[in-house]
Nanobody, 117 residues
Framework: QVQLVESGGGLVEPGGSLRLSCAAS????????MAWYRQVPGKQRELVGS???????NFEDSVKGRFTMSLDNAKDTVHLQMNSLKPEDTAVYYC???????????WGQGTQVTVSS
């Protein structure tokens, strides 16, 4: 079983930045894709962005140009750098990892991000 542990959430003012990290309990080269999702109460979890094993990224339209993702293979960690944060970015952010075998999908426990003055 794989464990994903998120960190880096917190309270930030509008326009500020946060970097979320997701540390995996095994070498992340076993995942074909890692992603960040977010969820607010009463709404479905939505994909924020994803990164493939070879480093290709894709982002949801509302965060393009503000968020970036990167892999740190040495530390088995994926980062989500969030800049120019807006109140509507407030949510619980979840790390997700998908392996190459069918059914291999893992989730972290989530970390709260609150953007407020």
């Amino acid at each position: 079983q794989v464990q994903l542990v998120e960190s880096g959430g917190g309270l930030v003012e509008p326009g500020g930045s946060l970097r979320l990290s997701c540390a995996a309990s095994k070498n992340i080269i076993v995942f074909r894709r890692m992603a960040w999702y977010r969820q607010v109460p009463g709404k479905q979890r939505e994909l924020v962005g994803s990164i493939t094993a070879d480093g290709n990224t894709n982002f949801e339209d509302s965060v393009k140009g503000r968020f970036t993702m990167s892999l740190d293979n040495a530390k088995d960690t994926v980062h989500l750098q969030m800049n120019s944060l807006k109140p509507e970015d407030t949510a619980v952010y979840y790390c997700n990892a998908v392996g190459y075998l069918k059914g291999d999908e893992f989730w972290g426990q989530g970390t709260q991000v609150t953007v407020s003055s």
